[in-house]
């Protein structure tokens, strides 16, 4: 018997009464429905894809997009990080962790400063994307790109280590892309002590 | 009792006071800065003009002013006495020159300095500085020297502020360094390359306003804004054992003395409980150290707002 739906507290109006009713024949066969779904599949070959074929193809990003960090070096091809810990005060999802070390005698090809980081880490995981970082640094040594960051099987494979962060002595990354005229004048001024 | 009005605001103070001490007494916006004074410091004071605030009456008998602007941690005051300072622009235009003479030759390296965060120079320069240079000359360099083990030597961002050296004079039995040449080309320095080994020379770190002096055995360990000030004390022999320790996590990377709200400690302290004790069983601790609002130590360290029942009367209901 089906219940009186006039009789019942009504909490939402997508409500369904729902009902033990018996498949007719028809029904039960399945085939009216199998056909109406197989219609339904039909017609998305002639409509048009949403989807794109990851990673062959790319959608296109916004200029200023922040992806993956990269810490740059400098025309020498010296680490422009030094370890301030500014990047990591300013995180506000307290994604980076650093330890620096001092630089010796035989390291000063490596090392822009006296001071540098023997261990930077960002949690990927953690990492909001939001650029606090890059703003932050004073040396002009972190910036996020428009790369991605790639999925992985396992939680630990997200915390970037310098072996990835730091960009490759023979393949530089661009990041010219997400320099503004503003932030490219900012830089060439000369009565700003860090752009000597 | 001398009667004196600093920007408006009155207070009685014993005569051979001076301008900087009255404004402590009445504190808030009005104290001028300083670098060089320091009051456990005799003679200290009167070198880095930071200090500087103008005289409008001299005193209630003779009321012309002081026609040039004083150095108020060395001017003590008269009765009916009239100072100004934030309130005189020609004294704010004067700081902010002040503050670009002493970062004329400071290297700027806040990046790499172990001082950046707590250092002097760093709040005098945001609060009363410009944000650009105009200086286009070369700076100032110096050789390296090294003075012992304990103690870390940048001669670079030395602001000549003497107070190491009244420290060591005051403090300890046998001063070996000193202010060398004359001009600019004077420098902090042992001359004959000699350690600064004493029981007490570890206070030239505490009292150097910028990082011209460092721990060296907490050089490049951790920046002080990753760590957690808290007060501590322990029986020692030699000194007051009153510290302040930094921790991260339950590591003690550094144990200082406890500077109060101008920079400034009051308790020295002894090498080994600065540079020896470094456990936290040495010591009995009293708690969290109150930092400065501002201050670059507080961000990302959260505190339990207690919600006063007048506005929240549902409180103990919610609960």
Known sequence: MIPNSKNKIVLTKRSK??????????????????FQGMAITLSHFFKKEVTIQYPEVQRPVSDIYRGLHVLKRDDQGRERCTACGLCALSCPAEAITMIAAERKEDEMHLYREEKYASLYEINMLRCIFCGNCETACPKEAIFLTERFVPSQ???DKFIYGKDVLVEPK??????????????????????????? | MFKVTIDNQSIEVEPGTTILQAARKI?????????????????SGGKCRTCMVKVVQGSANDPRPIPKLVASCRTEVMDGMVVENITSPQVVDARKAVVEFLLLNHPLDCPVCDQAGECDLQNLSYEHGTN???FEEEKRTYDKVDIGNLIQFHPNRCILCYRCIYAADQLTDNRVHGVLYRGEKSEISTFIHQAIEN???????????VGALTDKTFRFKNRVWFLKPMDAHRNCPTCSGKVTLWYRGDEVYRVTGRKDVYGEVHDFICNECRFEKKNSNDWTIEGPRTVAPYSVINQNHYKKVVIPSVINPLKETME
């Not at chain 1, 033990?20 to 399945?30: C, F, P, Q």
């Not at chain 1, 023979?170 to 000597?196: G, M, W, Y």
């Not at chain 2, 029981?199 to 306003?209: E, K, L, M, Q």
Request: glycine share 4%.
């Open chain 2, 199 to 209: 029981d007490f020379s570890g206070n030239i770190i505490d009292v150097c306003p």
């Open chain 1, 17 to 34: 009464v729902v009902s033990n009713k018996t498949m007719t024949w028809i029904e039960r066969l399945y085939l009216p429905a199998i």
């Open chain 1, 170 to 196: 023979d393949a530089p990354i661009d990041i010219s892309k997400r320099q503004t005229p503003e932030v490219l004048a900012f830089k060439k001024d000369k009565t700003q002590s860090h752009n000597k």
């Open chain 1, 153 to 155: 099987t396992k939680r």
């Open chain 2, 132 to 134: 650009a240079t105009r």
């Open chain 2, 27 to 43: 504190g808030g916006e009005i104290v001028p800065p300083a670098m060089c004074y320091h009051s456990e410091l005799k003679n």
